[in-house]
């Protein structure tokens, strides 16, 4: 039969989870839309379960003296400033089951801590701005979630967290966002919404939307084969949500 099938146009492929592997939640959204707030909620759900997070920002590449001392001119909202291969290769790991130590990252001084984040889990959410930005990467989600709020929002919140989180001033955030944020939205993340499978509007606001995850993430963990060679350390993000 060779008539047109516009269901052929949709088509999507299914990927079969084998069970010893993780499954890897993409989520992606501009900054501030609340990726990490769902994602905490997400966890604070699965309290005991074996469910871990991955933040891409772990994975900004540390700046230079020369760069540091200019870094109110740095393009931190383009894909380059993050080591994506690095965030791939984790993923790959992670995937076939490992235990794997990613770096920590420090906002203030633009560069990596001595700290690592030991990850590890049947179900990996992996949060950022630039989660979708490569095909190796979208290619290794099981499940992509695009976190989508109003620009406006986006910006307010980001006033008050880097403000208080970041060690910033409310000039210089509103200076790099019209600068760099914004464009680095449009240009990278918003066009990567049309890979996602599902979109959460209002972010961690909407429980609707959080629970129908949440009902998909138990159904997972329930066929999950369990891991005896993997020791599953804890819960991020649990202890400090009681
Ligand atoms: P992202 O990970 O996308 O950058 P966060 O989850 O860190 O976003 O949220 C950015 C800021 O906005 C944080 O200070 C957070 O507390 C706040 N925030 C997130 N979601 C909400 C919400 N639904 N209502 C109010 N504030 C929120
Ligand atoms: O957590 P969030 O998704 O907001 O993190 C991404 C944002 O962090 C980017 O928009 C980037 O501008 C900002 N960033 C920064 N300083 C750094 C590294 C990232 O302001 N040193």
Not at 104 to 111: I, W
Request: charged content about 30%.
């Amino acid at each position: 039969n060779s008539s047109f099938h516009y269901e052929n146009l949709f088509k999507q492929e299914t990927k079969p989870f084998l069970k010893p592997e993780a499954f890897l939640v993409g989520v992606c959204g501009g900054s501030a839309s609340g990726k990490t707030s769902v994602c905490r909620e997400i966890i604070r759900q699965l309290k005991g379960k074996k469910v871990d997070i991955i933040a891409q920002d772990w994975f900004y590449k540390p700046l230079t003296k020369e760069q540091r001392q200019d870094s109110a001119n740095y393009n931190f909202d383009s894909p380059l400033a993050i080591d994506l291969d690095l965030l791939a290769e984790k993923l790959r790991e992670l995937k076939k089951g490992k235990v794997v130590q990613c770096p920590d990252y420090d906002f203030v001084s633009h560069s990596r801590t001595k700290k690592t984040h030991q990850v590890s889990g049947d179900v990996i959410l992996i949060e950022g701005i630039f989660t979708f930005e490569t095909k190796e990467l979208r290619d290794l989600y099981d499940m992509k979630i695009f976190v989508d709020v109003d620009s406006d929002i986006r910006l307010s919140r980001r006033i008050l967290r880097d403000t208080s989180e970041r060690g910033r001033t409310i000039n210089g955030v509103i200076e790099q966002y019209f600068r760099f944020v914004k464009p680095g939205f449009e240009n990278f993340v918003a066009p990567k919404r049309k890979f996602s499978d599902v979109i959460i509007l209002r972010g961690s606001s909407n429980i609707v939307a959080i629970n129908l995850l949440l009902d998909r993430i138990k159904a997972e963990l329930q066929n999950h084969k369990p891991q005896k060679q993997i020791p599953f350390i804890y819960n991020r993000y649990s202890k400090d949500l009681e």
